[in-house]
T-cell receptor
Framework: GQSLEQPSEVTAVEGAIVQINCTYQ??????LSWYQQHDGGAPTFLSY????GLEETGRFSSFLSRSDSYGYLLLQELQMKDSASYFC??????????FGAGTTVTVRA | GAVVSQHPSRVICKSGTSVKIECRSL??????MFWYRQFPKKSLMLMAT?????????EQGVEKDKFLINHASLTLSTLTVTSAHPEDSSFYIC????????????FGPGTRLTVL
């Protein structure tokens, strides 16, 4: 089975940097994904790491260390619109995703 | 990416009735769609995998006779909650697996079901 752990809440001010960690235990690993979900909305795909290292997409970056079963999502230059829930996810052989419990990011002015 | 729609966005029904939720892939032919449910402030829980032209695959603990899934075309999957009860009230979200060998899924906007 799959098991993912991430912090439940993070609060930061506008312009700050936030790092959301995710540790996982999986029977087979094919990559770590990150999704953003605003209140009442649909999850939207942010990033995907299959190999070790850092992937940068604008203000958001994602990192993976397969040997440590660990990844993180880095949110830079925080904006109010970044207030949302962020989920890490892993998939299995059948491309089914298992999600972490989610991290609620609150950005304050 | 893929554009996914769901209908209805919100539905309120009486206990004992059945509710059908549609998930459409508007710009991509999806052989595989997924159905999730999400309780408030909780994570997404996979309910079933919907495969075009074949029976859906249900996750452990999900009653297939209660949550009927039909994937009759490459652009449409439906989830029918039969004999709904208040405990079925939840946010139901579908997703499309985008491409053959990809981890990326594109999600519909979700359907808020409230059973009175």
């Amino acid at each position: 089975g799959q098991s993912l752990e991430q912090p439940s809440e993070v609060t930061a001010v506008e312009g700050a940097i936030v790092q959301i960690n995710c540790t996982y235990q999986t029977s087979g690993f094919y990559g770590l994904s990150w999704y953003q979900q605003h209140d009442g909305g649909a999850p939207t795909f942010l990033s995907y790491n299959a190999l070790d290292g850092l992937e940068e997409t604008g203000r958001f970056s994602s990192f993976l260390s397969r040997s440590d079963s660990y990844g993180y999502l880095l949110l830079q230059e925080l904006q109010m619109k970044d207030s949302a829930s962020y989920f890490c996810a892993v998939r299995d052989d059948d491309y089914k995703l298992s999600f972490g419990a989610g991290t609620t990011v609150t950005v304050r002015a | 990416g893929a554009v996914v729609s769901q209908h209805p966005s919100r539905v309120i029904c009486k206990s004992g009735t059945s509710v059908k939720i549609e998930c459409r892939s508007l710009d991509f032919q999806a052989t595989t769609m997924f159905w999730y449910r999400q309780f408030p402030k909780k994570s997404l829980m996979l309910m079933a995998t919907s495969n075009e032209g074949s029976k859906a695959t249900y996750e452990q603990g999900v009653e297939k006779d209660k949550f009927l899934i039909n994937h009759a075309s490459l652009t449409l999957s439906t989830l029918t909650v039969t004999s709904a009860h208040p405990e079925d009230s939840s946010f139901y979200i579908c997703s499309v697996k985008y491409g053959l060998n990809t981890d990326t899924q594109y999600f519909g906007p979700g359907t808020r079901l409230t059973v009175l």
